[in-house]
T-cell receptor, first 115, second 107 residues
Framework: DGGITQSPKYLFRKEGQNVTLSCEQN?????MYWYRQDPGQGLRLIYY???????QKGDIAEGYSVSREKKESFPLTVTSAQKNPTAFYLC??????????????FGDGTRLSIL | GEDVEQSLFLSVREGDSSVINCTYT??????LYWYKQEPGAGLQLLTY?????DMKQDQRLTVLLNKKDKHLSLRIADTQTGDSAIYFC???????FGAGTQVVVTP
């Protein structure tokens, strides 16, 4: 079955440590996205990529980095510069590059906590 | 203000209809979407409406779009306990999501 796989489901970070969240899709989608979800708030866009080897900052990119070396994969690194990383992170993908015509499909999320 | 706004909570009795409301500011979106999120899970696409439509019905779900007022609503007929979840509306122009409406269905 096609879909989006996020791993791990739970992740713990120590102070000063970088951690990387994995997102893989086998839907052959061009565009991929990372969102952060905090309690009582909507999803906030961190980064998105419309094509391999290209990505753009979203609304809250500071303290995060991404790469898009393969169409199927869009890993997110939460760096030590992100002072409040505790949140639920959601990865999504959509079929078209313009993201305005196709719905996004979401993974099951990674919950990141600070030790 | 927020680009997409929703009320935060809705309580409904099993068997009744639920209506979740959403307002948005950017009128350039091609589509407007409704997603459902169950605890600890990702978002599941429920339905969507093309921006030049007024209404779309899909089984128990009815989406109404008032472009003049930039108002979107989702009606769930015969609400069941399995409909308890957080519902998000989203627009595509700026990839903005509302804060989500927590729907609680009581027996």
């Amino acid at each position: 079955d096609g879909g989006i796989t996020q791993s791990p489901k739970y992740l713990f970070r120590k102070e000063g440590q970088n951690v990387t969240l994995s997102c893989e899709q086998n839907l052959n989608h061009d565009a991929m996205y990372w969102y952060r979800q905090d309690p009582g708030q909507g999803l906030r866009l961190i980064y998105y990529s419309q094509i391999v080897n290209d990505f753009q900052k979203g609304d809250i990119a500071e303290g995060y980095s991404v790469s898009r070396e393969k169409k199927e994969s869009f890993p997110l690194t939460v760096t030590s510069a992100q002072k409040n990383p505790t949140a639920f992170y959601l990865c999504a993908s959509s079929a078209d590059r313009g993201h305005s015509n196709q719905p996004q499909h979401f993974g099951d999320g990674t919950r990141l906590s600070i030790l | 203000g927020e680009d997409v706004e929703q009320s935060l909570f809705l309580s409904v009795r099993e068997g009744d209809s639920s209506v979740i409301n959403c307002t948005y500011t950017d009128s350039s979106s091609t589509y407007l979407y409704w997603y459902k999120q169950e605890p600890g899970a990702g978002l599941q696409l429920l339905t969507y409406i093309f921006s030049n439509m007024d209404m779309k019905q899909d089984q128990r779900l009815t989406v109404l779009l008032n472009k003049k007022d930039k108002h979107l609503s989702l009606r769930i007929a015969d609400t069941q306990t399995g409909d308890s979840a957080i519902y998000f509306c989203a627009e595509t122009a700026k990839l903005q999501f509302g804060a989500g409406t927590q729907v609680v269905v009581t027996p």
